[in-house]
């Protein structure tokens, strides 16, 4: 009796239509897909996906693949097809360096999505991500100064459609605009290449 494919992960059907909604009409490259199984719920909504990975002990893949995956590490799987790919999608990458040479070879003009645990330090060993390594985390983790930094842009335009006096607002935000910008380059200079399109999804 044939068993059926192993399933590492609970991917609700909502997560992968709204991951699919982001998705659709794009050539998305996955790396560390296992077995297959979120390439094959996204191309069941329609997603032209290629899914790779190093097959391992944990992933299932001896008990069946839901999804034809190419057996590739996530620098070669970049290396081979990022020039036919428009975005670089992780589920959940193994705690290496992998990732993060993956995101500096795939470069800061296109989108990364990533789907898995990243780090929350206030949270003490509870926070701790299972998921790549430091190093990934901290070269694309941008979102916190995107996120100020188009608050800051939204209390601008705010600002001067309102009129009257708003010298000292301005100022203000105008500094924290800077601060901001110099956080990212910073985070830039250490990793040669940042994903500014990066996407983290629940």
Not at 52 to 72: I, Y
Not at 73 to 80: C, L, M, S, T
Not at 110 to 133: D, Q
Request: with cysteine; aromatic share 6%; proline share 3%.
């Amino acid at each position: 009796m044939q068993r059926e494919p192993f399933a590492y992960g609970n991917f609700s059907p909502g997560f992968v239509r709204s991951l699919a909604g982001r998705l659709r009409g794009q050539r998305v490259l996955e790396v560390f897909a296992g077995n297959g199984l979120l390439a094959a719920r996204l191309a069941a909504h329609g997603v032209d996906i290629r899914a790779t990975s190093l097959f391992a002990g944990h992933d299932g893949h001896e008990r069946g693949m839901h999804h034809p995956v190419e057996q590739l590490d996530a620098v070669a799987a970049v290396g081979r097809y990022g020039d036919v790919s428009d975005i670089l999608l992780m589920s959940w990458p193994t705690v290496t360096e992998a990732a993060a040479r993956a995101v500096l070879e795939w470069g800061s003009e296109r989108a990364v999505v990533f789907v898995g645990e990243i780090p929350r330090p206030e949270w003490g060993m509870a926070g701790l991500s299972g998921c790549a390594t430091d190093l990934f985390h901290e070269i694309t983790d941008v979102v916190e100064e995107l996120t100020r930094l188009r608050s800051h842009l939204d209390e601008i335009e705010a600002l001067v459609a309102k009129g009257g006096e708003i010298g000292k607002r301005l100022d203000f935000l105008i500094q924290e605009l800077h601060r901001e910008a110099n956080t990212l380059g910073s985070k830039s200079a250490r990793s040669s290449a940042v994903s500014m399109h990066w996407h983290q999804l629940p």
